[in-house]
């Protein structure tokens, strides 16, 4: 696959550009992840229950025929709808839409080609109905559709392939060197050590404050008040008299 290759020469050597546009790497691999990833095998094949056309009593199984909109069927998981093998061959129509303009049109008629053949391949199995495998191939393009439109198209969303580069390098770059400090940490015992007398340190600070706390003040001596009677300052309350 184009964009994982260009993605691992990117992490190997962050200081060279991608091989290919890097709105193209995340337009791949975004719908990669979700077409065929999370549509079809995590939401629909998982919670659909409508069971394969080998499992349904009129093809010699047990279950009963359920059509593409009921989701009440017999089949506990990896059911039928959508179909998953036909949602990733579908998924090529990403890749031909950033192909250059002139090749376009093409691109597009051999991924509808791939996708329909897989699809064909699946239903002659008696894996998938019809209706799986078209929904395979509409899903992934809503899909495709929505993604495109979101870092090509639409302004408020759109990003540019310098802007993905840029982030690629600074996060692997920024990867390096925090993996470089944790290993020159591990090897040199001088850094160990100055660590450990720092922790040291701290937690001696932090017991003196504790202490200083905790220990009780001394009692504050008994305020001196001047005597009306015998004109003395002397330390007693205003309660007391004077002798």
Known sequence: ????????????????????????????LVTLALAP??????????????PRPIDVTEFGG????????DPRGDCPKNCSFVAGEPSGAFWTLAPAAVVPPQWRALAYGA????????????????AHFFSDVVFAGVFSFLVIW?????????????ISDAAVDGVLERMTMLQRATLKRLRSG????????????????????????????????????????????CRQARPFRRADRCP
């Open 1 to 28: 696959m184009p964009a994982v290759v260009a993605l691992a020469f990117k992490l190997i050597r962050p200081q060279r550009p991608l091989l290919i546009p890097g709105r193209a790497v995340v337009l791949m």
């Open 37 to 50: 990833g999370v549509v079809a095998n995590l939401v629909f094949k998982e919670h659909w229950g409508r």
């Open 62 to 69: 047990t279950e009963h025929f359920r059509p593409w909109w």
């Open 111 to 126: 991924a509808l080609t791939f996708g329909a053949a897989v699809g064909l391949l699946r239903m002659v199995a008696g």
């Open 146 to 158: 929505l993604v495109h439109g979101s870092l090509y198209r639409w302004g408020r969303t759109r």
């Open 186 to 229: 591990r090897r040199d015992p001088a850094s160990a050590e100055t660590r450990e007398a720092a922790g040291q340190r701290i937690a001696a600070a932090i017991s003196r404050s504790f202490l200083q706390r905790t220990v009780r003040a001394p009692p504050r001596p008994r305020r001196r008040s001047w005597c009306r009677r």
